[in-house]
């Protein structure tokens, strides 16, 4: 049968001496590695070509100040180093970088243990070619340690 196929090739593991606890913590450590396999993606978009249908969490960042409205940026992406400098000079931007990542960096671990292997956090300004942009960057870099990260720009030109 099937069954008895799987069986011959599966390794049997007694786990009839560990206490609720001892396995619970087992299982844990398994659970804990996948981490490794677990994937977060980082997706900036403009608001103004539509929410993105594949998002776990999406935020709005229209309130930070907008590049787009300063004569030497407005060409320029979140990417580039003048509107990172200009963003971070605000205050509201670094908290902003903060807050996605604390509240990111307190569920992101539940999540993992109910089994999820990918999760999508999108961030949106009007364009998509800025805010939204710069923020990503900034919480790639956060995160680069403690995930496998992907970054994508759905909007950016």
Known sequence: SLLQAIKLNAEHIDTSRLTPQQLKNWVWGLIENKTQQFQLTLQSFGFKYGIPLDTD??????????????????????????????????????????????????????????????????????????????IVEQLKRKFKNDYRTLVRHRDLT
């Open 57 to 134: 969490f999406t935020f709005d960042v229209r309130c930070l100040p907008n590049p787009f409205y300063e004569n030497e940026l407005k060409r320029l992406s979140g990417i580039d180093l003048e509107v990172e400098t200009y963003l971070n000079k605000n205050s509201d931007s670094v908290k902003m970088v903060d807050a996605i990542y604390e509240f990111a960096n307190q569920w992101l671990p539940k999540f993992i243990r109910e089994g999820r292997v990918i999760l999508t956090i999108s961030i949106g300004c009007t364009g998509g070619q800025h805010r939204s942009v710069y």
